[in-house]
């Protein structure tokens, strides 16, 4: 697992290694320069003739100090002054007269079309503002260029916690980001014009005291080892039950691919609880899976209690429909079991009406709601939802007590203590029918083997990530179906076994 910061947390964490552990920061500086430089020397060479774009601030100082190492490497560097001389940094004066001193050669009007490499040192972490004016003018001159764009910290433009554009951005072919990925730099569209990423290891360690909840935590695949070994005398009941309820008429694929995908996670047995209509078709698409049905007009609680009484794990929701009696339904379970659940899709949409309801049940809860979802349960837009985004997604965990995986081309998901993980894995293909439903299931899953929701509901988002990816590389993002999700779990779970 690593972290990710907001800017705000990267310039405390700078500060910190300068005030309070005495590393001066022209030191730091020295070491941003040096690593950038040695992480765009492939293929570097004496032919290379390279323009560093600097702005005002000590980005722009990073961007001077590189070209005077350059330089004196032999190779062709030019400075680009774009910033405000009157908003020099102390530490920009000192690398201007240092550059000077070595006569590193300074231009003012670039051929862009000239340069085999652009680097872009405008703006790092401290962007305040949209870009306007003649940055927007540079900026667009960058990306109109021929030349291979390398970013210093951050694509000048590119928020630094939102990963939006301020009105304009560089397109990078490769960011050197310092010390921690910037959050803005793995949300979109940030990711996709930050290029290639590379961390550089200058020197700054998160505090030792500080509370790491405060970060983005962002696994990989370290926690695959968080899977329960399955122990070779273990038998089904061992592994979890997982009663499904899920699929209404015309959707009995939603239970379907919920299912089988929570068999492929590893639980040891499932039961799809469903309209009647689907029998037939669940038990031939899935034998493994057994099944109980209810009808049309009413649900018999003496079944679905017997049922809720066999489980170890509850999933409810996919394809389950909006009809009110469901309603009645889940808010019995909710207040009559406190066994580990999953509430997706329309579950979620049906409890967006009565949301007391949520408030009764006691046991550990995973929501997996999508943006629509998500702003539904907060009464709000998904643009607002949006603008304070995720600190609203945190704040409804932690007032519901529960792990709420809002789900999103950067799904994230948060914790009662207000621990948020941001998933790295997944891709574009993933945005197809019933994927949602194969994480549902992954995750009901991972807590029938007796993980936490805490520990369940972000690698599960992880897993299922990396099963598309694997879909992705076999069928290409557009014809991945998701079924092929399913199939892409087996690659990573053997990984433990
Ligand atoms: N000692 C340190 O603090 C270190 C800083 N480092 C570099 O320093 C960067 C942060 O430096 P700064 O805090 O000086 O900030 P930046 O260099 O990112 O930018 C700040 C400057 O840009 C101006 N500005 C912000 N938004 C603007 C807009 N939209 N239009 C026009 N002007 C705008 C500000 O007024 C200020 O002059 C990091 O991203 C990193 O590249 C690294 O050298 C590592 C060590
Ligand atoms: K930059």
């Given at each position: ?34 690593c ?28 001077v ?18 910033g ?9 004066r ?7 001193n070595y006569?590193v ?62 009105g ?31 961390v ?14 405060k ?25 979890g039950?997982?009663l ?15 299912s089988?995908?929570?068999l492929a ?14 029998r ?28 809720v ?68 349960l ?19 965990g ?23 993980y ?52 076999k ?23």
């Amino acid at each position: 697992m690593h972290y990710a910061v907001t800017s705000e947390q990267m310039k405390a964490l700078d500060a910190h290694t300068i005030k309070d552990m005495g590393i001066p920061s022209l030191v730091l500086m020295e070491r941003a320069a040096l690593c950038t430089v040695e992480e765009i020397r492939e293929p570097l060479f004496s032919k290379e003739r390279i323009l560093l774009v600097c702005g005002s601030g000590n980005n722009g100082a990073d961007g001077v100090a590189m070209a005077r190492i350059l330089h004196n490497r032999g190779v062709t560097a030019e400075i680009f002054l774009v910033g405000n001389k009157d908003r020099w940094t102390e530490e920009m004066r000192i690398q201007i007269d240092i550059a000077k001193n070595y006569r590193v050669p300074f231009v003012n009007n670039p051929a862009w079309d000239e340069y085999t490499t652009i680097v872009d040192a405008i703006f790092g972490v401290g962007l305040s503002r949209k870009v306007s004016g003649r940055y927007n003018d540079v900026i667009t001159s960058i990306n109109a260029a021929s030349a291979r764009v390398i970013s210093v910290d951050i694509p000048s433009g590119i928020h630094g916690n939102t990963g939006e554009i301020m009105g304009t951005a560089v397109r990078a072919d490769k960011t050197v980001t310092f010390a921690f990925p910037k959050a803005g730099l793995y949300f979109y569209p940030g990711a996709e014009y930050a290029g290639e990423l590379a961390v550089a290891d200058i020197g700054i360690q998160m505090m030792e005291t500080g509370d790491t909840r405060k970060y983005y935590s962002c696994m990989d695949e370290r926690e695959l080892g968080l899977l329960p070994k399955r122990q070779p005398s273990g038998n089904k009941g061992d592994f979890g039950k997982v009663l499904m309820i899920a699929g209404t008429k015309g959707m009995s694929g939603a239970a379907f691919l919920a299912s089988n995908a929570c068999l492929a996670a590893g639980a040891g047995m499932v039961r799809i609880h469903t309209r009647e209509e689907n029998r037939i078709i669940l038990q031939t698409q899935l034998p493994e899976a057994m099944l109980s049905v209810y009808g049309e007009e009413d649900w018999n609680p003496r079944a679905v209690g017997e049922a809720v009484g066999w489980a170890d794990v509850i999933a409810i929701g996919p394809g389950i429909g909006k009809d009110p009696m469901l309603l009645d339904m889940i808010a019995w379970i909710l207040e009559n079991s406190r066994k580990p659940m999953v509430l997706d899709a329309d579950c979620l949409n049906l409890l967006s009406t009565q949301e007391e309801l949520l408030a009764k049940r006691s046991g550990p809860c995973v929501i997996t709601p999508h943006m629509g979802e998500m702003a539904r349960l907060l009464h709000t837009t998904v643009s607002a939802l949006k603008k304070e985004f995720p600190k609203n997604v945190q704040a409804y965990g932690r007032s519901k007590n529960l792990v709420c995986v809002c789900k999103d081309a950067r799904t994230v998901t948060c914790l009662p203590d207000g621990t948020c993980y941001l998933n790295l894995t997944g891709n574009e293909g993933m945005a197809t029918a019933g994927a949602g439903d194969v994480l549902t299931g992954v995750i009901a899953g991972l807590l029938a083997q007796g993980l936490p929701a805490e520990k369940a509901a972000p690698l599960g988002v992880y897993i299922h990530g990396r099963a598309g990816d694997i879909a992705k590389e076999k069928l290409g993002s557009y014809s991945m179906l998701a079924r092929d999700i399913i199939r892409g779990l087996a690659p990573i779970m053997r990984e433990r076994g």
